[in-house]
């Protein structure tokens, strides 16, 4: 089974620090990606990645960055938290080229800024 | 902007009872249209989806039924059970190397035993 590890489960942080999200998946999925999931609005893309070094953004991508320096790995950066970035974060990733294009999600990070 | 509308927000059914849910999109280009379900304290999990050649696909007691002209589809659960109650979101795509999905704002299902 695939699997993709977020490394927290609850963080809490500051107003104004850098958060680092990361995220591992061990299937050796080209494609990586992450939501927020807020109540009412189901899941938005923040940012993906279809190959290590290249990103695109998604929806929302005010406010974060993303680095993919290893195909394994992705990490979501909030530069300067904010409160309205309070919210559950969800990274997945897929296989390339699949006929079933299935996104295989991680268990989340709920984040609080205060 | 929310391409994707899914509706209700919050659904709650006796056990044995039909659960449907609710999506249209807007962008004709779409060609993949995904549920997943979420259950408590865990991510998404891909439950069936169906592409625009037919008209309806079903997995078990879970049934999509597409509207290609409306531009809508829906989840039926049939017999609904408890160990349905979780959050289920509609998404779409246009396939791709990337992947992409854009979701629904979700539901949250109860059956009640």
């Known amino acids: 089974d695939v699997k993709v590890t977020q490394s927290s489960r609850y963080l809490v942080k500051r107003t104004g620090e850098k958060v680092f999200l990361e995220c591992v998946q061990d299937m050796d999925h080209e494609n990586m990606f992450w939501y927020r999931q807020d109540p009412g609005l189901g899941l938005r893309l923040i940012y993906f990645?279809?190959?290590?070094?290249?990103?695109e953004k998604g929806d929302i991508p005010e406010g974060y960055s993303v680095s993919r320096e290893k195909k394994e790995r992705f990490s979501l950066i909030l530069e300067s938290a904010s409160t309205n970035q309070t919210s559950m974060y969800l990274c997945?990733?897929?296989?390339?080229?699949?006929?079933?294009?299935?996104?295989?999600f991680g268990s989340g990070t709920q984040l609080s800024v205060l | 902007q929310q391409q994707v509308k899914q509706s209700p927000q919050s659904l709650i059914v006796q056990k044995g009872g039909i659960s449907i849910i609710n999506c249209a999109y807007e962008?004709?280009?779409?060609?993949?249209f995904p549920w997943y379900q979420q259950f408590p304290g865990k991510g998404p999990a891909l439950l069936i989806a169906i592409r625009p050649d037919v008209s309806e696909k079903k997995e078990g007691r879970f049934t999509i039924s597409f509207n290609k002209s409306a531009k809508q589809f829906s989840l039926h659960i049939m017999d609904s059970q408890p160990g349905d109650s979780a959050t289920y979101f509609c998404a779409a795509s246009i396939s791709s190397n990337t992947g992409k999905l854009i979701f629904g704002q979700g539901t949250t299902l109860q059956v009640k035993p």
């Open positions: 962008n004709t280009a779409f060609d993949y």
């Open positions: 990645s279809y190959d290590v070094k290249m990103k």
């Open positions: 997945a990733s897929s296989l390339q080229g699949s006929i079933e294009e299935k996104l295989f």
